[in-house]
């Protein structure tokens, strides 16, 4: 309300303005038929303030100058079929892939790849039990890969630990290439940054039909390092999560998975604005008329502390969660939980619903944020660098790359950005000791959050089937087109009675008499008329029709006989001021 009053300030100020000295006021985004529409004001704000302002964060990462279309169809590669796990699993979908196969297991290709030998490790270590999520895989890959002391951006030696990793995990590769414009070349007519995401496809029964509904995990590669407070934990537990559902022989989704490593998070999220624009949008949505679910966008899920006073959050959080946000805090300001970032739609709701299900499962706390003023357009909201911290993320360029197709996201964080340092250790041994065991609940904590994502991958790509009697248990064919067909005539039945009873309304409400209401605290009697007659005050005569309408409210009735009728149609009378049905007229036939 607060905001919605200096609005009103604003404009008033900005009238007076206009009215005193109109041949003055030349500000390029304000035009006097404009100034009246709240809408096109903040557009127009938008256009002058931020779109103007070449080296402003907020107008680089809304701008479509870095957006170009596709120029090529994607090539997908895959594991060849000899040791394939797609191939065990589904291989009516492996045998309708287009693509290159190759074998991920050369050892000519360790050549290339310097952690070469994590690969036989992770082996070793998931062996005996592959389908379960492993915390010493997920720790070997964050000690030993990712876990850098400085940022990997264009790493190659990740890079291509990533890919032949996804690749013998059995996924459907993309490797995504593309060109932007950074924020160091704002001013240059070409492109000169270029990126690349690493796409792994697991294909559903529906993959490449109108009825396939895809669900993504994300996270980005481009990790900034140990110094930044970045181990890749992200990354590891997407690896994990695509390990353990390609190794089930039993897991076979009807909706397509797509894990996707981003480019490029540390310049703007480039490379999720990319796979949207160049990738899911043209051959996803578009060629195949596929929906998407949406996204769970996994940022660092590594910290975590029972420490009190802990755990800090922006202002923007409280703003806009105060409940969540104070529940935090008066459980004692603890780093104990997941967060999950959405707008609050009903599509991020489900995401999030599905998710705290199995986390709870899991014994861990999940804490939602919704900032339902970010389902906007970005243009008309206001203050909108303030949500900064939540929209420069992969989430954001799904909510807004397009303005017409907002995609479901919500954002995994440990919020650990925000987290203290609490500790009363003195001594370098204390200290060396109380870190070995904060990372030993971190690894454990990052394998219950794998554990819960793993569960509601497969809840949302594998929708429950409806249990069908077939002919051998005593229901023949020729009773279920008996009943469709009852059915049918029913609802048509229905839709004609709705539509007779709709007009009767309608004639009711124009041939009633001028001024006066349908009142619905009493019964009204409106007696039946030929059409083009007037119903006035002296019509209004009992007995003078044998087949009255009734206008009932949801009171009591001064008809006794009705009122079980009104009980049942409302509810009990007398109860509430306000009904949630409409007046009912009823006919009585005599």
Known sequence: MRNSNNFILILQVMLNFVSSDQNKFTGKHLWQEDILNPQKYLEKIYEYYVADDKSNLTRWFFSSEHTEFPTRRPTYIFQNQDRSQLMSKSPQIYNRLEGIPVDFFNKEDDKLDPYYELHIQEDKLVSENPQKISKEALWLNIRRVFSQPSPVEGNEKV????????????????LQTFRYKSMRDIYNTQPKSSGVNLIGLLPGSRWGTPQDKVLIIGTNWDIQGDKAGDHGSGLAALLEIARVLMADKDYKPEYSVIFVAFDKKNDGCVGSQKFITEYLRPYIIEEYGSSIQ????????????????????????????????????????????LAVLGRGTREELRLGTVLRKHMESEGLQQKEFHFPALNSSPKIIT????????????????????????????TLTDT?????????????????????????????FLESVA??????????SMPPKMETKTQSDGVKLSENIRLYNMLSTFLSSLTNWQFRIENKIAELTKHYKKGSELKTNTVNLVYEYKNGDRINESSIIENNSNSPYFVIGDQSSNIPTLNNVIENYYGHTNTTNSSYNSPMIVKVIT
Not at 159 to 174: A, D
Not at 310 to 330: D, H, R, T
Not at 387 to 404: K, L, Q
């Open 159 to 174: 890079g291509t630990f990533l890919y032949r990793k996804l690749g013998r995990i059995g996924l459907v590769l993309y």
């Open 294 to 337: 949406g996204m769970f966008n996994m940022e660092t899920v590594f910290a975590f502390s029972s420490r009190n006073n802990s755990q800090m959050l922006p202002k923007v959080f409280y703003e806009s969660n105060q409940n969540i946000y104070n529940g935090i805090m008066e459980g004692g300001g603890k780093g104990n939980f």
């Open 383 to 410: 203050y909108l660098a303030k949500y900064s911290e939540i929209w420069n993320s992969n989430s954001g360029r799904f909510w807004f790359t397009d303005d017409t197709h907002s995609i479901p996201s919500v």
């Open 416 to 444: 650990g950005i925000y987290r203290r340092v609490v500790t009363n250790c003195r001594s370098p041994v204390c200290k060396i000791q109380q870190k070995r065991s904060n990372f030993l609940k971190r690894v454990l």
């Open 451 to 460: 554990k819960s994502l793993v569960k509601t991958v497969r809840e949302l």
